[in-house]
């Protein structure tokens, strides 16, 4: 049987991972437990799954591909991922977790409904589900996608099987055990993730020749490969380095990394968290550059760059290891997806209250429309082919815009009502999809791709504010001349 040590291994890692999720099943019984894990989450979980549901596939075979792509100038995101989770963690996490424990708030659409009206509100919610059902449905096909991507890899199944695969084992432990049950793998996947992230890199390095060999390799590489900036120079420089650096911040906006924000059980958890969670994305980031790098010395500019991290681990352990090695790899790959629908369920089921008009059955509404986001992902993995990073980084974007200036708005000490919480979340998604189907140029450097989105979002909430103010102080006039 093709990779028999790395079929015994995902079975194993399977088996377990669905057992958590019957004993998780027995503690989800409420909509806060089933959704936050009755915010009782220590430091150590709460980061490390954060970490992992922040950078499963993406990193893996996303980044790692990037760098055997790009050379050293993809590096300039690495700073502003961990600057972002420091945003989050520690700047604005203060507000989300006393805001969502005093208020009784679950989801982060909750938080900015906040201080709108409840005819508002209500509108909001629709928008802010609608949003993440499309924007989740693409980030979680890139994860399906990778998953496909690794079992076929590993298997010979053929792409659509494996898809197929990865998809149920992550459906089967999130539709019974919900956050706890997501907690407690996403720990777990996090240690494995980390622990790959040392032991492939260096493997790699060593094999490509140290330092002299990845030098040598960058110096018979084109010459874009091996600059800082791809080749780029002034404001393209300028745009480029900007432009990557700031998808970092696009944390603020995602609803599956606030939760864990929320989940936590008290400040000092979430400083610590936030220790172990910067750590981990600069130990694995650190890791997957050093891979794509050695990755480019090793197997030159012809291999397919996100099936580099497979290959490498196939060429470099002994059978049984690079089995192992990479069975576990498949199971941190679905760390990302059970969070995303974890959350997508909670949209439709919380945030929407269909979960109250069927008569309370919240968690089973929860559940089946995390499998209605789940067979919607599948469809688009098979249907809509694209690249694994091209996918999430344009849900994460698309998010990070409609979201993370509200979360910004919130932490800065304003209140924004209704419709000025709408204007931001419209014009932040509507200008992310425009540069995404390139209705709108990217600027130098691609500059605009990812920061323009987030500029007209905070312009069309201070436009919405101005307004808002404007027509109370006439009304108010209107009604003293009475």
Partial sequence: MQNFPALITLLIYSAILFGVGLWAAQRAKSQEDFLLGGRNLGPWVAGLAYAA?????????????????????????????????????????????????????????????????????????????????????????????????????????????????????????????????????????GLLMAFVAVLLPALAFFEAGGLSGLSQAMTEAPEAYGSVFGARAGWAAAGFVLGLTATGFGALGQPHLVAWIMATRDTSARVKGAIVAMSWAALVFAGMAVLGLSGRAILGGDAAPESVFFTLAEDLLPPIFAGIVAAATLSAIMSTVDSQLLVAGGAVSHDLGLGRAFGGREVLVSRLAIVAVCIAAVLLTLFAPSSIFKRILFAWVALGAAFGPIVVARTLGFKPRGRTVLAGMVTGFGLAVAYEVGWIGAGPGGIWTTIAPWLGAFAAMGLAGVTRKTRAASELRVGESK
């Fill in 53 to 189: 549901s922040s950078s499963s596939a993406w990193v893996l075979l996303g980044f790692s591909g990037f760098v055997f792509a790009a050379g050293p100038s993809a590096l300039w995101m690495v700073p502003g991922i961990i600057a972002g989770y420091a945003a989050v963690w520690l700047w604005a996490g203060g507000v989300l977790q006393s805001a969502s424990r005093d208020e009784g708030q679950l989801t982060l659409t909750e938080f900015m409904t906040q201080h709108a009206h409840p005819g508002s509100a209500r509108l909001i919610r629709i928008v802010a589900s609608i949003l993440i059902a499309i924007c989740f449905s693409f980030y979680v096909a890139g994860q399906f996608q990778g998953a496909g991507t690794a079992i076929n890899d590993l298997f010979e199944t053929g792409f659509v099987p494996g898809v197929a695969i990865g998809a149920l084992i992550i459906l089967a432990y999130v539709f019974l055990g919900g956050f706890l049950a997501v907690s407690l793998t996403d720990t777990i996947q």
